[in-house]
């Protein structure tokens, strides 16, 4: 374990040097995670508008797009960087185009040490009535075809597997050493230093492939000509201190003297240590670079990776440390132990292995910020059930493909589902942290990604009427979800008074989804759903969606669900029962994609042209079938997502277009950014905040500015009005943000504490802060509006155009007003049956002329 | 005497005043407002016009899900 950082990183930088890699994603100079989550953090706060802006029944991701105008504006500049760019990343993939560091391909070993490696390599051959284990025993690390592990074509003579011997050796190092986990390098670096990498008899001293470790790490940081001045640097203090003429035959290791010797031996050649460290094989699936989810996790459990195992086979205990204590692990373990009996293994083989989890985690991002269209870049990573204080380390998180985000991912998500659900049955694992060969089995925990990619994977709608609440279909109804008058005093009384008083209202939904409440089926069905046919078999529809109904409640979507819907579309529409809008608005108020439907559409119409019948998978999504992707919560909501970058940046939003309105924004940036700088200065891990306006923010900066929100904005508003003339208005927005405010404080701490209160408790919070932000929208008027692209073309054009200009100003004005007062301004009016247009618009200019709010509000 | 808009979305409001306002329309305001709760093109027109501060796909999704999220899969920080 103790150089297993070091290794990772080793075989990190290998895997992201392979050429395959290179070929397949493309030129990919360098990835920065740090600058990648900067700017992915600041992007989302400068597009969040456009995000919201594109809630139509539109699904396609507008998320990762600047605005327009941004692109022409810095179109030069743009297409600067995008030459520089192209120029340093072809330079990049030049060096690597010829460098291969797949261990499997064939060297120039063949010929040069045809007796000597067949005399090296007998010793492995020798060993099996030792105690322990023997070079075989570890043959579950050797992936190559046969004709790879062949020297020639046809040929008997096998090259030796280089993943299999550096943990065989490793083992038995720790066998005599047990606190050694370095044979395996040692043996590396005597096989590049003797320059055959198939002589397994020996491995360097300890001592010895240190020094080589060190300066392979150094190495790995240089460039081509600094790597030549180390080496010159350490040939220089031979001489000065004249031990190059010095005769030292207890020193085995050549070390480079010259820069063809590191690449000989550290960096390319065939026997190099680069070229030989083990590392997962390289395969392509869709124009996606990929690595097998199993070598990943031998090879991780080989460095000695100490995996948090739900069930641990060597003590035959349960664990219940972190996530291992959770339901969704109980079930995961009756899962394994299922797929286990059904491979019908005997009960002492299943005690016999550890259970893990994994979860995946995939997400495009940005390796350039200015070419977002072309240079996003799809990555799925895994992490393996990781110790609970070394979760954040990246030591048990993997990368298991990457490619462009354009591509479609689809192939990539189902070849790691079916390669995880053939890991519940179990297999054989070295165990680099106790030198032990034992078995393991993991199963999918979760799979993390935020709402669009989620929504990609499982094929479900965008941000658009009916997918925007993850998991359901549902059209959400503004009036009807919040908590009513009545519900709202209820649940302030029931969380100050510690009570569980609830009843049935039939006046609101009070901030719950239920499929099962008849009196939630109150949307309307789009026109063109399809109506109810003589003869119509109810059974082929799920339910909550049958055709002919006329309103529409939530439904939660499960596989069954989804798949249900497809197949009676499809029926319908291949027997031409519904036409194309039907067939369209039924899917879409079952939540499914709109490229699926197209999908569908298509089939149907050419099966039924063709008069032929297509089974259900080539028209239904895989994952749909491979698990219930939509159950136990396998695409959970993060919190990261969620919160740091979702809620918390739109209350940010909503307080700040309020004191904005009221020109405090400044004042208030001014009042909050020595106290944030006060704050920072103290270098607290947990309260990394940044400084005001927001941009550039990751998510543990949102998070740090939570723990100071209620501070910030309460002290604000306490010495400031809000107004320079105090109204009952003014007064009332601030009380309503108070209350909002502290029910979001309260909210994110029941949320994210680390032993979270009762679940009651965690819904009565989360309705209050729904309630109060409700309230304050309802009572100070349009919060967070956005601009539609629509408006924004309005407002540029009316630039300079009087009349146009005095519009928008009048749309201005109107949306800033809350309904109380837009329905005092009818009401003030109706006399004349808004026959007073002239009156009301004269009204208006003179309001909109003074600049302050009409005498009406006050 | 029931006052006219009472009932009515502060974005149908709006909108009849744009068009009071900017367009000279007067046709718009004459049609009484009030529509039957479940009638379909009053419902239509209260789906299209989704503006409230929580009516986020965030705000949405964890208030239909993260409770028995919470209750199944543990503790948020587990997941992060």
Redesign the interface.
Known sequence: MKHLKQKHNIAAQKRQKTSEVSEVIGDIPDINTDCIFDCRASQQSCNSDLLNESEGEDDRDDSNLLEESFVNMHIQFVENENKKEDEEANAYVNKFMDTDLDPNTPGDEGDMYDDLTQRDQDHLNHNTNEVGYSYNDFLFFDKRTEEEKCFRKGGSRKRVSQNQIYFFQKYQKKRRKPDDGSGGFDGLVHRANIRNREDTSKTTRTLESEQVLLMLKMMLKMSGDDRGDLVQYHNNFMKIYKVDSTSHHDVETRFPSDINDVRTMIMDGAHSIMKNFPVQRVFNIGNHACVSLLETILLAAGHGAKFNFAYDARTGTRNYDGLNGTEAVEDLMKDVIKAMKEENLDDETILKTNIGWIYFWSDSFLRCFIKQKENSVWVLTVTICPPENEKSTGNYTHVLAMGKSGEDHTPVVEHFLREYQELMKGFKCYFGETNEIGRMAVSMLTWNADRPERQGLVDTRKEGHTGKVSNWAVKVSENELPACDKCYNALVRNIIEGTDRSYTCTACFNWTLDQEAANQEIIPVDKDYPTRKENQNDADEPDGRKPGQTLLGPVKLTSEFMMKALNSAYNARRNNAWSKANLEAYLKSCNVKGSRISHIERIAVEDCINGRISEPKEYQPEIWSLLDCFARFRLPDLPMHGLAHGIIPDVMDILHTILSHHKKFTAFVAFANPILHDVASFRLDYVKVKSLPKAAWVGENSMAYMRVFSYLYGMFLSNNPLCTEENETTRETVLNIRCMLNAFQALISVLMSRNPPEIKLIDNHLKLFLSSAHYLHKRYGSLGKIKTKTQNKESTSGVGQGGQQTNTRTKDFINQLNIDNLQIICQEFRDDKLDGVKPLRAFLKKSLSTNCRPSVFN | MK????GM??AE??TK??K???E?S?TE??VNPIAPE?E?DS??K??K????????????????????????????????
Not at chain 2, 3 to 6: H, I, M, T
Not at chain 2, 57 to 78: C, E, K
């Open positions: 006052f006219p808009y009472e979305l502060k409001i709006q005043l744009f009071v306002i900017l000279g007067q305001v004459e479940n379909p419902q239509n209260k789906s016009s989704e503006n409230m501060c929580w009516n986020r796909g965030n705000w949405l999704s964890f208030m239909a899900n993260i409770v028995a999220q919470i209750d199944y899969l543990g503790a948020l920080h587990l997941l992060w």
